[in-house]
């Protein structure tokens, strides 16, 4: 069954509107969280459920970005956002719909918001998907529930496999420098030299330009720029349906599992809301900066879809946490089967990546001989839980091995940098001396001693089995 929210209205769209940035990567997220379906075991449960209830799936994978935007009014609102995105509200989520009876979920049982078709009730759906204004669309199902779970995951684990192997290698080619759309100018017209953008810089001088540019820096990023290519390329605007939310009181009492207990439900409305706002906003930006993004981010625009840590390459690792979600909806998020590995970068038999090592991940930092930072340097694991602890004590957790069967001395670090280690599914492994031999054939092996945490510290779960796997470098 559909309900209307109550606490919605035309001062909250407003306040978003004049909010400070867009919350970017909302698209991308959609795109993740809907692609993971498809690389889920044939046969698993999950397939037709997220097909039957996509509108939910989706809404949750953009949601967690919903109270950034909103937070420019309501400053509680951005905590909100910072903790929808993160393994412990995944998981008490999981836990509520457990205690909801959601693990029990059959295909013959689903509640699924009928289709009746017909000229009134297709204008009905076009504004539904088009005219944010209106009241946001519940589903009270178990099936809502379990796929606005499943999206709430996918963007979660897209941002740290996107911030670990993608955006690295758009910052080590420049191209985010250059990404905010006040170069706009420079794409217009669409192809022709001199451009808008050079009579102004002609006229102004480079320093003012650049300074004019500047003022767009609040939605200046990667993730916007590539949501602008995703919608008029991959995600057509018709295929993002009307969101709909399961009901506010589940998401309240997740986040009171948390100890978020003043995030009412009018909070988490806005935060829905917000969510609904920036998906409108993002495709009026896909009309404006298509042109701009093409021209001047080439390496991003060809590679952020099947690309390393790209939409398809994250989409993977999503499905393996989908499996260990939907087990832990099953069985209790404590009582849930083993974590296993559900991503490795290189992958597996991997050939030609680069000779050289780079330990410093920051998003502008210089390495080694002055070059920045990219993901092929580097190698990554993401397991299917987070660990909840700072791991100073698992040494021998990771191993790697040169191809005459030496152990290399290493460390390992939560990736990306920004992610906390409460909560972070994925570890970067550094060798100490910072170099791996070219055209080398290296061996990688992750240990049980790997675990994730679960309530109390004898409820850890240590992995399933362990992972062995080679990849081989290229040239130096």
Sequence with gaps: MIRTAKQTGLVILLLIMSAEAFSAGMTSHAMMGDRARFHLPPGHLLIPLLEAHRPALIAGAMFPDGGYFTGSGFPGDRDLAETAHWDGFTNALAGVAHDAGCGELKADAWDVLPVLGGTFDWLTNELGREAVAIPLRYGESCGYLVAFLMGIAAHGMGDEVWDALFEPTVYQRNEMQKSSPGYTLDAVP?????????????????????????????????????????????????????????????????????????????????????????????????????????????????????????????????????????????????????????????????????????????????????????????????????????????SDAFAVFDEDGNKLPVKFSTLPSWASPMSAHGFRIELLDKKLKPNHRYTVAVTTQLYDRRGPEDANAKLAAPMIWHFTTGDE
């Design 190 to 394: 669409p192809g022709s030299d001199p451009s808008v953008g050079t009579a102004i810089r002609e006229a102004l001088g480079d320093d003012a330009f650049n300074a004019l540019a500047g003022g767009f820096e609040v939605i200046n990023g990667v993730e916007y720029a590539m949501d602008v290519i995703a919608i008029r390329d991959e995600f057509a605007w018709e295929e993002v349906p009307a969101l709909v939310f399961p009901p506010m009181d589940y998401l309240v009492e997740a986040f009171k599992r948390v100890g978020k207990n003043d995030f009412d439900e009018l909070a988490v409305q806005r935060a829905a809301l917000g969510a609904r706002m920036v998906v409108a906003a993002e495709r009026v930006s896909a009309v404006l900066d298509y042109v701009r993004v093409r021209e001047q981010m080439p390496y991003s625009v060809h590679n952020h879809v099947r690309g390393s840590g790209g939409i398809e390459d994250s989409a993977k690792f999503i499905a393996g946490y989908y499996q260990h979600l939907w087990d832990r909806v099953v069985n209790g998020p404590d009582e849930a089967g083993k974590p296993f590995i559900v991503g490795v970068h290189p992958q597996p038999g991997e050939r030609g990546l680069p000779a050289t090592v780079c330990a410093n991940s920051g998003p502008f930092s210089n390495c080694e001989d002055d070059k920045r930072p990219e993901a092929d340097r580097y190698i990554y694991v993401s397991m299917s839980g987070s660990m909840g602890s700072d791991y100073a004590e698992l």
